[in-house]
């Protein structure tokens, strides 16, 4: 099969693209410049897509031997990827960029122009399985499993992915790294949002939306008790960096329960306000079993390796909801829902819907 394999100049894409190869695939690797300007998207450990990433990339490409090109994505990523990120935090909502970041980019621009290039399929190094039946899986390091921000991907481009490193844990590739002397054997994973280096949420979002002044008001008393300068910097669940003018009556710390754009209103109060049972969410992607016309007993997940609740779900249209049987703290809208089936060879990923309250 002939397979483009998604190179980031990190240990992981390395080692399942020589994977891809060992498994007798006729491999080309493929760099994807994702930003403006590269030598801002790396600062140690945070960060991605710089020259130093390009470069690590084409030496692995070297060593695995396969030829590497370089493909520039910046301004659809920037479109689809960072425009939209701006836009959700500035509608009260908190994405998740890596997933737009595969339903975007790595699953539909890359492997539409892999496709058309006679392609078959599209190699990555994320942590996850697909099974002899096309199901996705979780991997076996559920510590560094990525299927959560795979849900997104349809059956169809799941039939054109591989993930050889879903029955390897993340020390496993490492020491596999080292006997391939893959120079990126030690190197660091990014973490954070790849786009923002610094790791400075607040200041990037401030940067592109400006300082918007507003009141965060009591929940239970419906009192001004603080200000910001942008509703945007905040999201359910947050407790630090509130600066409140006042504490509560009790003494208990808050939290932010909403954030409303329109009146540009931080709502906060005590950590139990925070409790919810019932998961509304839209544009669900159903790749498990076939697209359920009654509840569904099933497991779910309401953010990156985040807790694992047992719920049922019902999915009517484009609309799914979840009951959860406890109740969850945290739940942001722009968030993802995933329902996984637990199975003896790994819990499948059945489905995933955008949280929307």
Same mark, same amino acid.
């Given at each position: 099969?002939?397979?483009?394999?998604?190179?980031?100049?990190?240990?992981?894409?390395?080692?399942?693209?020589?994977?891809?190869?060992?498994?007798?695939?006729?491999?080309?690797?493929?760099?994807?410049?994702?930003?403006?300007?590269?030598?801002?998207?790396?600062?140690?450990?945070?960060?991605?897509?710089?020259?130093?990433?390009?470069?690590?990339?084409?030496?692995?490409?070297?060593?695995?031997?396969?030829?590497?090109?370089?493909?520039?994505?910046?301004?659809?990523?920037?479109?689809?990827?960072?425009?939209?990120?701006?836009?959700?935090?500035?509608?009260?909502?908190?994405?998740?960029?890596?997933?737009?970041?595969?339903?975007?980019?790595?699953?539909?621009?890359? $492997?539409?122009?892999?496709?058309?290039?006679?392609?078959?399929?599209?190699?990555?190094?994320?942590?996850?399985?697909?099974?002899?039946?096309?199901?996705?899986?979780?991997?076996?390091?559920?510590?560094?499993?990525?299927?959560?921000?795979?849900?997104?991907?349809?059956?169809?481009?799941?039939?054109?992915?591989?993930?050889?490193?879903?029955?390897?844990?993340?020390?496993?590739?490492?020491?596999?790294?080292?006997?391939?002397?893959?120079? &990126?054997?030690?190197?660091?994973?990014?973490?954070?949002?790849?786009?923002?280096?610094?790791?400075?949420?607040?200041?990037? $979002?401030?940067?592109?939306?400006?300082?918007?002044?507003?009141?965060?008001?009591?929940?239970?008393?419906?009192?001004?008790?603080?200000?910001?300068?942008?509703?945007?910097?905040?999201?359910?669940?947050?407790?630090?960096?509130?600066?409140?003018?006042?504490?509560?009556?009790?003494?208990?710390?808050?939290?932010?329960?909403?954030?409303?754009?329109?009146?540009?209103?931080?709502?906060?109060?005590?950590?139990?306000?925070?409790?919810?049972?019932?998961?509304?969410?839209?544009?669900?992607?159903?790749?498990?079993?076939?697209?359920?016309?009654?509840?569904?007993?099933?497991?779910?997940?309401?953010?990156?390796?985040?807790?694992?609740?047992?719920?049922?779900?019902?999915?009517?249209?484009?609309?799914?909801?979840?009951?959860?049987?406890?109740?969850?703290?945290? &739940?942001?809208?722009?968030?993802?829902?995933?329902?996984?089936?637990?199975?003896?060879?790994?819990?499948?990923?059945?489905?995933?819907?955008?949280?929307?309250?």
């Amino acid at each position: 099969m002939k397979v483009l394999a998604a190179m980031s100049g990190g240990v992981d894409s390395a080692v399942a693209a020589a994977r891809a190869v060992d498994a007798g695939h006729d491999v080309t690797g493929v760099h994807l410049a994702l930003s403006r300007n590269p030598q801002t998207f790396r600062t140690g450990a945070r960060g991605c897509c710089t020259l130093e990433d390009s470069r690590d990339a084409r030496r692995a490409a070297d060593v695995i031997g396969i030829p590497f090109y370089v493909w520039d994505m910046a301004e659809r990523f920037h479109a689809d990827v960072v425009d939209d990120f701006v836009a959700e935090y500035a509608a009260g909502r908190t994405p998740n960029p890596c997933l737009r970041c595969n339903e975007k980019i790595k699953f539909a621009a890359v $492997l539409d122009r892999a496709v058309a290039l006679g392609f078959d399929a599209v190699v990555t190094g994320h942590h996850a399985r697909l099974g002899p039946d096309g199901l996705l899986r979780r991997s076996v390091d559920l510590a560094k499993d990525q299927s959560y921000v795979l849900a997104v991907l349809t059956r169809a481009q799941l039939d054109r992915a591989l993930f050889p490193l879903g029955d390897a844990t993340k020390a496993e590739v490492r020491a596999e790294a080292a006997r391939r002397d893959l120079a &990126v054997a030690e190197k660091p994973d990014s973490h954070d949002i790849c786009f923002i280096a610094d790791g400075d949420t607040r200041g990037f $979002l401030a940067g592109r939306l400006g300082e918007t002044p507003g009141a965060v008001v009591d929940a239970l008393t419906g009192a001004v008790v603080g200000s910001h300068t942008g509703a945007y910097a905040y999201t359910v669940g947050q407790r630090r960096g509130l600066h409140l003018d006042r504490p509560a009556p009790d003494g208990r710390p808050r939290y932010v329960l909403s954030i409303t754009p329109k009146t540009n209103t931080v709502t906060v109060g005590p950590a139990e306000a925070l409790e919810v049972s019932l998961v509304r969410a839209t544009r669900p992607v159903w790749t498990g079993d076939d697209l359920p016309d009654a509840p569904i007993a099933c497991e779910v997940q309401l953010r990156a390796h985040g807790d694992v609740v047992p719920a049922t779900v019902t999915v009517d249209g484009d609309r799914l909801t979840a009951e959860l049987r406890r109740p969850v703290r945290g &739940v942001a809208a722009g968030q993802a829902v995933v329902a996984y089936r637990p199975d003896p060879a790994g819990d499948v990923v059945l489905g995933s819907a955008t949280i929307s309250g």
